[in-house]
């Protein structure tokens, strides 16, 4: 890997593989991991500094590259796919321009299931986290409905708008408000249960996990950056609540 054409195509691999972890929910730590280990297997030597919002990679004292990352979801099938492609490039199994290839359909590639799918799990959850409340079974319709359009109002207005707090805040207004509705013409009971299953499907679990684990690994950085974004997104779901049972 000596030429230079080729330690660059390395590091567009490379940065790719980052790329796609982070905007996918990895940890700031794996994706530095992957990233280094992967240039390891090509006996190049370099350096990464990672970010929620970017990944700078450099190469000896000429070569360095920048990706910015747009975009984050929780897409845990994709963060697979990158972890197998580096282990099979890391053992030799494949070379590295067959592994370039493979990260870039994993990164055309739409894992998710239909948006019709997703409302029903959403709704699932949502009147199953009702009854880990120890809410009444009678709530649970409420709760499936209230969750169901909860997490359609959020994906629609986020694909709108690209602003996550205000449809996580406008999710939220409606879950209130749904579940408001529902006690008052007797078709719930308990409307904190309602409200609590409801909103459970906007909760950022994984957001606050790995912002403890980046934390512990020592990467501060990013560790803050994402429990910042974790106490907006809850900020954000606590004010709809508040406004929705205010009327």
Do not use: W
Request: charged residues 15%.
């Amino acid at each position: 890997m000596n030429n230079e054409q080729n330690v660059e195509k390395a590091l567009d691999c490379f940065l790719l593989a980052g790329k796609i972890m982070m905007e996918s929910g990895a940890e700031t730590y794996r994706v530095e991991d992957t990233m280094l280990r992967m240039a390891r297997s090509q006996n190049i030597e370099a350096q990464s500094y990672v970010t929620p919002t970017g990944i700078i990679l450099s190469v000896g004292k000429n070569q360095m590259k920048i990706s910015s990352i747009t975009s984050r979801i929780t897409d845990l099938h994709k963060i697979a796919k990158v972890n197998n492609v580096s282990r099979k490039l890391t053992v030799q199994i494949i070379t590295l321009d067959e592994a370039y290839e493979e990260l870039k359909k994993i990164e055309k590639t739409n894992s998710f299931l239909p948006l019709h799918i997703q409302i029903l799990a959403a709704s699932i959850a949502s009147s199953s986290f009702l009854v880990l409340s120890k809410g009444y079974g009678s709530d649970m319709p409420a709760a499936f409905v209230a969750g169901g359009i909860g997490y359609l109002v959020a994906t629609l207005i986020q694909e709108m708008t690209k602003v996550k707090f205000f449809s996580e805040f406008l999710a939220a207004l409606v879950i209130g408000l749904v579940a408001s509705m529902a006690v008052h013409l007797g078709l719930g009971t308990e409307m904190d249960k309602i409200i609590v299953g409801g909103v459970m499907p906007l909760v950022p679990g994984l957001l606050i996990t790995n912002a403890v684990r980046d934390l512990m690994a020592g990467h501060f950085t990013a560790g803050i950056a994402k429990g910042a974004e974790a106490f907006l997104t809850a900020f954000a779901i606590g004010s709809g609540i508040a406004l929705s049972v205010s009327f």
